[in-house]
């Protein structure tokens, strides 16, 4: 097998272990991809704090409805990994170029409803009666980002899902890592004037994003189409529609899916704001530590989908649901490590985001050592979700794990942690209980989904 795993040879299906290996060498830069990303998002955060709480708040919220948008839409892209890995499973690498040119045009049509909606920000905030001013300076901040928009789609959706299914994850890796010190340099040079940079106060960072998505983007279609041995798979090829509505077919649940979940940890957010200053504040110090533990699970989730889409076009049912459950296992190992972490040292993870000796901070730090107490669980069945839900997508299964989603989040997950909160007093405690009611049950869906499915894929072999 070649450095990715994607290349089939005479021999015998891989192994478990061979399988481990491969999955875990593939989700690697997908993983330091996702954390690189986080940590653009933490830079921003700290650069625009310095200006004080007025351009934080704009531009953090600016900042969210942007990735909001985009991280929705890119779940439609999604569907090109899928493609492109059965079509190379088939060993049929002359459709490649058809997916990718035809990605490259629906990642154009997708950014038009994202600059649509960032461009109607001020007046969507005014319509949930956010205050003039704030909706006033998001709107903004978020004109500026819809120039990223199509950036963001080629560059992180459409790339993500494209590289590492024809073996080229590692360019991910590289370019997201270099990213990370130009946008923060670049930050800092437009907020404050420094490096001969204009001075543009909080939408410097703003443009100081937009330009770094695009740099992201430019770097990568170069890295693409300028080596010998990537360039065969992005020859000149026109979009077929019927391509393009097979895309859409696969892409459009997973799109409502991410929807789905965000919606559904912001809505908690919110009711946690209710409860108090001090209870929001432990939320989110217990939600940034679970979000910065869930790239690796999620990055597993990524390498399964493009695998078992390799081994199923491969005319592999066995290889394909092997590398399912590998996957499946590595993303619960991983999360059960972290979660044992969150239940022996609590106190000394919240101590990275409090002073645990401020006598003021004493109600949010016991709080949120709890609530790391409950991520513990929330962990494992996150991974797992996510991971399942890799797998399914592997097989081109995507609209019943939508439901099984929006039943999971909304029917099971919310319902539960807000009876938990109101009605048996735990507060913050019961909404997180509730989350990982609804991510437990997605999670125990997703597998038994996918050992459905592959078993009778494997049967009618």
């Given at each position: 097998?070649?450095?990715?795993?994607?290349?089939?040879?005479?021999?015998?299906?891989?192994?478990?272990?061979?399988?481990?290996?491969?999955?875990?060498?593939?989700?690697?830069?997908?993983?330091?991809?996702?954390?690189?990303?986080?940590?653009?998002?933490?830079?921003?955060?700290?650069?625009?704090?310095?200006?004080?709480?007025?351009?934080?708040?704009?531009?953090?919220?600016?900042?969210?409805?942007?990735?909001?948008?985009?991280?929705?839409?890119?779940?439609?892209?999604?569907?090109?990994?899928?493609?492109?890995?059965?079509?190379?499973?088939?060993?049929?690498?002359?459709?490649?170029?058809?997916i990718y040119w035809t990605g490259v045009l629906l990642s154009v049509l997708l950014a038009v409803p994202a600059i649509a909606v960032l461009s109607?920000?001020?007046?969507?905030?005014?319509?949930?009666?956010?205050?003039?001013?704030?909706?006033?300076?998001?709107?903004?901040?978020?004109?500026?980002?819809?120039?990223?928009?199509?950036?963001?789609?080629?560059?992180?959706?459409?790339?993500?899902?494209?590289?590492?299914?024809?073996?080229?994850?590692?360019?991910?890796?590289?370019?997201?890592?270099?990213?990370?010190?130009?946008?923060?340099?670049?930050?800092?040079?437009?907020?404050?004037?420094?490096?001969?940079?204009?001075?543009?106060?909080?939408?410097?960072?703003?443009?100081?994003?937009?330009?770094?998505?695009?740099?992201?983007?430019?770097?990568?279609?170069?890295?693409?189409?300028?080596?010998?041995?990537?360039?065969?798979?992005?020859?000149?090829?026109?979009?077929?529609?019927?391509?393009?509505?097979?895309?859409?077919?696969?892409?459009?649940?997973?799109?409502?899916?991410?929807?789905?979940?965000?919606?559904?940890?912001?809505?908690?957010?919110?009711?946690?704001?209710?409860?108090?200053?001090?209870?929001?504040?432990?939320?989110?110090?217990?939600?940034?530590?679970?979000?910065?533990?869930?790239?690796?699970?999620?990055?597993?989730?990524?390498?399964?989908?493009?695998?078992?889409?390799?081994?199923?076009?491969?005319?592999?049912?066995?290889?394909?649901?092997?590398?399912?459950?590998?996957?499946?296992?590595?993303?619960?190992?991983?999360?059960?490590?972290?979660?044992?972490?969150?239940?022996?040292?609590?106190?000394?993870?919240?101590?990275?985001?409090?002073?645990?000796?401020?006598?003021?901070?004493?109600?949010?730090?016991?709080?949120?050592?709890?609530?790391?107490?409950?991520?513990?669980?929330?962990?494992?069945?996150?991974?797992?979700?996510?991971?399942?839900?890799?797998?399914?997508?592997?097989?081109?299964?995507?609209?019943?794990?939508?439901?099984?989603?929006?039943?999971?989040?909304?029917?099971?997950?919310?319902?539960?942690?807000?009876?938990?909160?109101?009605?048996?007093?735990?507060?913050?405690?019961?909404?997180?209980?509730?989350?990982?009611?609804?991510?437990?049950?997605?999670?125990?869906?997703?597998?038994?989904?996918?050992?459905?499915?592959?078993?009778?894929?494997?049967?009618?072999?």
């Amino acid at each position: 097998m070649s450095h990715s795993g994607l290349t089939r040879t005479a021999t015998a299906p891989p192994s478990l272990s061979r399988h481990a290996a491969d999955t875990a060498r593939l989700a690697a830069p997908l993983a330091i991809a996702q954390l690189s990303q986080m940590a653009m998002s933490v830079t921003d955060t700290v650069l625009l704090g310095a200006l004080g709480p007025d351009a934080l708040a704009a531009g953090g919220l600016g900042a969210s409805l942007f990735f909001v948008v985009v991280t929705v839409l890119q779940g439609v892209l999604s569907s090109v990994s899928v493609s492109v890995a059965h079509a190379r499973g088939a060993q049929a690498d002359d459709r490649v170029p058809h997916i990718y040119w035809t990605g490259v045009l629906l990642s154009v049509l997708l950014a038009v409803p994202a600059i649509a909606v960032l461009s109607f920000a001020e007046p969507l905030l005014l319509l949930f009666h956010e205050p003039p001013t704030l909706a006033h300076n998001v709107g903004e901040y978020a004109a500026v980002l819809r120039f990223a928009a199509l950036g963001s789609l080629i560059g992180v959706g459409l790339m993500r899902a494209f590289l590492p299914a024809i073996g080229a994850a590692k360019r991910l890796l590289w370019v997201s890592i270099a990213t990370v010190g130009i946008n923060a340099v670049l930050n800092y040079g437009l907020i404050h004037g420094a490096f001969g940079l204009p001075r543009l106060g909080f939408l410097g960072s703003a443009v100081a994003t937009t330009i770094t998505i695009w740099l992201t983007t430019l770097a990568l279609v170069w890295l693409l189409h300028g080596r010998r041995r990537f360039r065969h798979f992005v020859t000149a090829a026109r979009p077929k529609l019927p391509l393009m509505g097979e895309l859409l077919g696969i892409g459009w649940p997973v799109a409502i899916t991410y929807g789905v979940e965000s919606t559904l940890f912001l809505a908690t957010g919110l009711t946690i704001g209710v409860l108090g200053e001090a209870a929001l504040a432990a939320h989110q110090i217990a939600l940034n530590v679970a979000a910065t533990a869930f790239m690796v699970p999620l990055a597993i989730g990524q390498a399964a989908n493009v695998r078992v889409g390799y081994w199923v076009g491969a005319g592999e049912p066995v290889a394909a649901r092997h590398a399912g459950f590998v996957a499946l296992g590595l993303g619960v190992a991983f999360m059960s490590m972290s979660g044992l972490a969150m239940t022996i040292a609590p106190h000394a993870i919240v101590g990275l985001y409090l002073n645990l000796d401020d006598p003021a901070n004493a109600g949010t730090v016991s709080l949120a050592a709890s609530l790391l107490g409950i991520a513990a669980v929330f962990q494992i069945v996150d991974g797992m979700q996510a991971v399942g839900s890799g797998c399914l997508r592997g097989l081109k299964d995507t609209r019943v794990p939508m439901v099984a989603a929006i039943v999971g989040y909304w029917g099971i997950g919310f319902p539960t942690g807000y009876w938990l909160a109101f009605h048996v007093g735990w507060g913050a405690r019961g909404l997180w209980w509730g989350l990982a009611a609804g991510l437990a049950s997605v999670a125990l869906l997703m597998a038994w989904r996918f050992h459905r499915k592959s078993a009778s894929l494997v049967t009618a072999a």
